[in-house]
């Protein structure tokens, strides 16, 4: 009779123990997603880095339509003042990229 009460006292203990780090890994979770809420995806940076990227260079190398890189210009200055999302500017210089690269 003893070992059964020396296994619910030890059973007790880990389930309180599995709790309480349970919930001290959640709040550390849910702080690291409140500091990260407002941090742009990385594969989405380094995709918007790739277009850039390749815009210049055919702008730079070729003779590009001036409307093409204007509205370019107008797509960055755009985006640097924060009147539009870094989604909508990725999906812009795609499009500005598939009619730059088919001329």
């Known amino acids: 009779m003893d070992a059964f009460y020396f296994f619910v006292i ?3 203990a880990a389930v309180f123990l599995i709790l309480y780090f ?11 997603l409140h500091q990260t809420n407002d ?5 989405l940076m380094q995709s ?3 277009k850039l ?3 210049n260079r055919v702008f ?15 797509l960055t200055s755009d985006y640097k003042s924060g009147r539009i999302s ?8 795609s499009e500005l990229l598939r009619m730059v690269e088919v001329h």
């Open 10 to 12: 030890l059973g007790t």
């Open 22 to 32: 349970d919930k001290k890994q959640r709040r550390k979770v849910n702080q690291i």
């Open 39 to 43: 941090v742009e995806p990385l594969l």
């Open 48 to 50: 918007l880095g790739q």
């Open 53 to 55: 990227d390749r815009l």
């Open 60 to 74: 730079n190398n070729t003779t590009a339509p001036s409307n093409a890189e204007q509205q370019f210009q107008k």
């Open 86 to 93: 870094i989604s909508t500017y990725n999906k812009h210089l």
